[in-house]
């Protein structure tokens, strides 16, 4: 089982960008999907983004063409670069792990989570 912790979240103006990371500790983070979810004030988890092992990644559409995940497995650490953010982009952003290839996109597919990063985007 891995641990994962989240960083980098803050307030940005509309139209900045953010980089989110995600640590892990374990040693078969390889093996790991990586999924972003986030909530917004007032809503339920929304799907962000997933990364699979080695290759292969799936976004949201309300995200396509602004957000990138990437992975660097010899740091254990997953990151999320955020473009031309949105005001509707604020929210609680979660960095959630699950062992193997991952196609879905609901939290129950997910078994580690971290505790969220706050990212506020300001109109």
């Known amino acids: 089982q891995v641990q994962v912790v989240e960083s980098g979240g803050g307030l940005v103006q509309a139209g900045g960008s953010l980089r989110l990371s995600c640590a892990a500790t374990g040693p078969t983070f390889s093996r790991y999907s990586l999924g972003w979810f986030r909530q917004a004030p007032g809503a339920g988890l929304e799907w962000v983004t997933t990364?699979?092992?080695?290759?292969?990644?799936d976004y949201s559409d309300s995200v396509k063409g602004r957000f990138t995940i990437a992975r660097d497995d010899a740091k254990n650490t997953v990151y999320l670069q955020m473009n031309s953010l949105k005001p509707e982009d604020t929210a609680v952003y979660y960095c959630?792990?699950?062992?193997?290839?991952?196609?879905?996109?609901?939290?129950?597919?997910?078994?580690?989570w971290g505790q969220g990063t706050q990212v506020t985007v300001s109109s």
């Open positions: 959630a792990a699950t062992q193997g290839s991952v196609y879905g996109r609901t939290t129950d597919l997910f078994d580690n």
């Open positions: 990364i699979r092992p080695i290759s292969g990644t």
